[in-house]
């Protein structure tokens, strides 16, 4: 389902009415609220927006940065099977590695900065 | 090829050395990945090597020496092992694979077909790295973005929104 379709289709049934009720508050056909709300039709933003005025809601989009976690090691079920200690030695490796190249990126943007 | 579960016993993995087999047989490659990630800012955690190795015949061949000096084999993105062919370089120019040499996780990241006029452009932006005593050069922050928004995993969203984390909250005077 698209989210679009998912939006609608919440908003209405928070609203206890039918596609039928919903189609005649804003003018258009009980069958294109159920492809809207089957993810066949995506109405544009505006759209969405007048379809949901019709229920008592309102749309707002904001902008939110995307949150940053830790990554999870790659390659999991690979080194699942792998000895402990070689492991845990190639691990300490690549973190020196990766020590190694955030410290050689620095020095680059540094030099870049003149 | 696929040869079902057959485990290789490795020793612990080392990046280090697979820049020097690659550098020995001189290699042209771009880093691309986590660790390009990590030399844009972000130091999160990887234990693979990703590149896009030159794709013109010479090169390939080159890569193909640096591959069976590293012991490499590949497996298929259900991790079974599949044949590599290191008599026919050409044929590692295409597609990706996913190898696994006796220093650990090494991928190759092709695209669907050898792309020369790609591979300059992504190079002619890249940055040089002294990494160990070796010139490594790495994709631009800007191509490694691009690259992420198109694969789109929420790893990959995840690494955009930290190497563009200065870029949302620059620091005070700034």
Request: charged share 30%; glycine share 8%; proline share 5%.
């Amino acid at each position: 389902m698209s989210q679009a379709a998912e939006i609608v289709r919440s908003a209405r049934l928070r609203s206890r009415l039918s596609q039928r009720a919903l189609a005649r508050r804003t003018g258009t056909s009980q069958a294109a609220i159920s492809r809207i709300e089957r993810g066949l039709e995506e109405p544009t933003l505006e759209r969405l927006e007048q379809i949901l005025a019709g229920l008592g809601w309102k749309l707002e989009t904001t902008l939110e940065p995307i949150e940053v976690h830790d990554e999870e090691p790659f390659r999991l079920q690979q080194n699942a099977s792998k000895d402990p200690s070689a492991l845990l030695e190639g691990g300490l490796n690549w973190l020196r590695f990766g020590n190694e190249v955030r410290a050689a990126g620095e020095r680059a943007r540094a030099k870049a900065r003149g | 090829m696929v040869d079902d579960g057959e485990h290789l016993d490795r020793g612990p993995a080392d990046p280090g050395p697979i820049l020097t087999a690659l550098n020995a047989r001189d290699v042209d490659f771009l880093v691309i990945g986590g660790v390009a990630v990590i030399a844009h800012g972000y130091g999160r955690y990887t234990q693979d090597l990703d590149v896009i190795p030159l794709p013109d015949a010479g090169n390939m061949a080159r890569l193909c020496e640096a591959l069976a000096d590293l012991d490499a084999v590949a497996f298929d993105a259900d991790k079974r092992r599949v044949s590599l062919d290191l008599s026919r370089p050409e044929s590692l120019a295409i597609g990706n694979y996913f190898l696994d040499t006796k220093y650990g996780a090494f991928d190759l990241l092709n695209g669907q077909r050898p792309d020369l006029k790609r591979y300059r452009r992504l190079d002619e932006a890249a940055v040089e790295l002294e990494v160990f005593d070796h010139r490594v050069r790495v994709i631009s922050k800007d191509d490694l973005i691009a690259m992420k928004r198109e694969a789109g995993r929420p790893k990959d969203l995840r690494d955009i929104a930290a190497l563009t984390e200065v870029e949302r909250n620059p620091p005070p005077g700034g």
